[in-house]
């Protein structure tokens, strides 16, 4: 069974404070990928990272990074010194290689509060 | 225009209208997606189109159609709603995949329906 785990459903920092987003995965398939979308008030989702399974390494853009540990199924998302803007609802998706269709498996979602 | 556009951003009808919600993407992408996002709940895939082929309808109601013209162009017709159908629909697109896997998806500010 393929599914994502996002624990935490609220999260409440003050600007300028770091925040660690959760997201935990289950897939037996060997290929897969991951992402993080961003959804602001408006609606749309923002995506911002895709991950492969066989790339590990880190990924730093600004203020952002992200965490890809394959021995704990974990995709963690870091927020540097948190802004207002940063406050939105915050989507892990994975995808396996299974099928042709391109099917995105969501988390339930983080909704972060970052207060000024 | 670019990215991905959805008309219209509001609706309201009542259980024995029919309308239609359009999606238009300008990014070249030949795999377009529906999703339905109610509160509480993970994102749900409704319709994929590949390459104008439908290639994923997950247990979705009659009452929701799916229309697909052209690659850069999705509709999605409703009729005899119920209220439960009130959510925010989302449209995506992205290149279409083979087993190549991964290609990551596009979504539009989505469309508000609120049906009484």
């Known amino acids: 069974a393929q599914k994502v785990t996002q624990a935490q459903t609220e999260i409440s920092v003050v600007e300028k404070e770091d925040v660690t987003l959760d997201c935990v995965y289950e897939?037996?398939?060997?290929?897969?990928?991951l992402f993080w979308y961003k959804q602001p008030p408006s609606g749309e989702l923002v995506f911002l990272i895709r991950?492969?399974?066989?790339?590990?390494q880190n990924e730093i853009s600004g203020r952002y990074s992200w965490n890809f540990q394959k021995s704990t199924s974990s995709f963690n998302f870091t927020i540097t010194a948190s802004q207002v803007v940063d406050s939105a609802v915050y989507f892990c998706a994975l995808r396996t290689d299974g099928g042709a269709t391109n099917k995105l498996i969501f988390g339930t979602g983080t909704l972060l509060a970052v207060q000024p | 225009e670019t990215g991905v556009t959805q008309t219209p951003r509001h609706l309201v009808m009542g259980m024995t209208n029919k309308k239609s919600l359009k999606c238009e993407q300008h990014l070249g992408h030949n795999a377009m997606y529906w999703y339905k996002q109610s509160a509480k709940k993970p994102l749900e895939l409704m319709f994929v189109?590949?390459?104008?082929?439908?290639?994923e309808n997950n247990s979705v109601p009659s009452r929701f159609s799916p229309e697909c013209p052209n690659s850069s162009h999705l509709f999605l017709h409703l009729h005899t709603l119920q209220p439960e159908d009130s959510a925010l629909y989302l449209c995506a697109s992205s290149q279409a995949t083979g087993r190549s896997g991964g290609e990551t998806q596009y979504f539009g500010p989505g469309t508000r329906l609120l049906v009484l």
């Open positions: 897939t037996r398939d060997t290929t897969y990928y």
């Open positions: 189109y590949s390459l104008e082929e439908r290639v």
């Open positions: 991950r492969n399974s066989f790339d590990e």
